[in-house]
């Protein structure tokens, strides 16, 4: 695609539900990046993929964040039972390599 | 571990003033990048270093790599409303696997 899709835009989810942020990277780019902001907050780095592979899931803050990333492709992020300080905006990332990286708008999460 | 630090984390100015900020890094980077977010948008890359004392304009901004290609700085000349947001520097970094890192971000705010 042209850009960096990601959806929904919004999501507002109820404390303890499950939700699902969908990434669409640029064709081609084999890394891609989940990021996590909180309002005025710098970038929260929570995985990368390079290809399908993760080699790098250090920044996951608990074992009910999860991600994986098929065909090289579409990436997904699911939050199970999900906490009020899950709230903050979810940014994607795309790159060629260490190139220039291309973001998402991000999902904005809120968790009520 | 290694990382990409930057400082200062927030920056108030009068417009017209100018802006500084500096970003350091524990290793050798191969390039460096930079990228600007405005609020309530997502990081859009501005440039990228790649050359040991590199220097590079772009209208009042000027991006310099440091000659041990561990250290850069965006310098902004005579600030101006446009130019309020949070300015990010981001290296490729072995962490696992080799990645892009980001800074933390230096945050501008401008008094009009």
């Known amino acids: 695609g042209a850009g960096v899709s990601q959806s929904p835009s919004n999501k507002v989810t109820e404390k303890g539900k499950d939700v699902e942020l969908r990434c669409d990277p640029i064709?081609?780019?084999?890394?891609l990046y989940w990021y996590r902001q909180s309002l005025g907050q710098g970038l929260e780095f929570l995985i990368y993929f390079q290809g399908n592979s993760a080699p790098d899931k250090s920044g996951l803050p608990s074992d009910r964040f999860s991600a994986e990333r098929t065909g090289g492709s579409v990436s997904t992020l699911t939050i199970q039972r999900t906490q009020q300080e899950d709230s903050a905006v979810y940014l994607c990332?795309?790159?060629?390599?260490?190139?220039?990286?291309?973001f998402g708008q991000g999902t904005r999460l809120t968790v009520v | 571990g290694q990382q990409v630090m930057q400082i200062p984390q927030y920056q108030h100015v009068q417009e017209g003033e100018d802006f500084t900020t500096y970003c350091n890094s524990s290793t050798t980077l191969s390039n460096i990048q930079w990228y600007k977010q405005r609020p309530g948008g997502h990081p859009v890359f501005l440039i990228q270093l790649v050359k040991s004392g590199e220097v590079k304009k772009q209208k009042r901004l000027t991006f310099q790599f440091g000659e041990a290609k561990k250290n850069s700085s965006l310098h902004i000349t005579a600030t101006q409303t446009t130019d309020v947001g949070t300015y990010f520097c981001?290296?490729?970094?072995?962490?696992?696997?080799?990645?892009?890192?980001f800074g933390q971000g230096t945050r501008l705010t401008i008094n009009p």
């Open positions: 990332a795309s790159s060629l390599g260490q190139a220039r990286a291309f």
């Open positions: 981001a290296g490729p970094i072995i962490q696992g696997a080799q990645k892009l890192v």
């Open positions: 064709s081609g780019h084999t890394a």
